[in-house]
């Protein structure tokens, strides 16, 4: 869980498959990444500002958005 006292504080995440096992080396696995990255973007849960995705990791540079109900 990301926690901040600032609602725009940017983060730069960065995670490696399990075993390092290259899972994204098959490109329908690198979309279907792609495809939920995207689609947690258009529900506004967060500005994708890069993202990187290597065979045996990823790398997203990302700003949590905070929305008040």
């Known amino acids: ?3 901040s006292s600032s609602s725009t504080a940017t983060y730069c995440v960065a995670f490696r498959t399990y075993d390092k096992r290259r899972l994204f080396q098959v490109e329908a696995n690198a979309h279907l990444f792609m495809d939920t990255l995207q689609h947690y973007r258009r529900e506004g849960k967060y500005r994708l500002h890069a993202f ?7 790398h997203l540079l990302l700003t949590p958005l905070r929305h008040h109900h």
Not at 52 to 58: A, F, K, L, R, Y
Request: without cysteine; hydrophobic residues 60%; aromatic residues 0%.
């Open 1 to 3: 869980m990301l926690t």
């Open 52 to 58: 990187v995705i290597m065979p045996d990791h990823v």
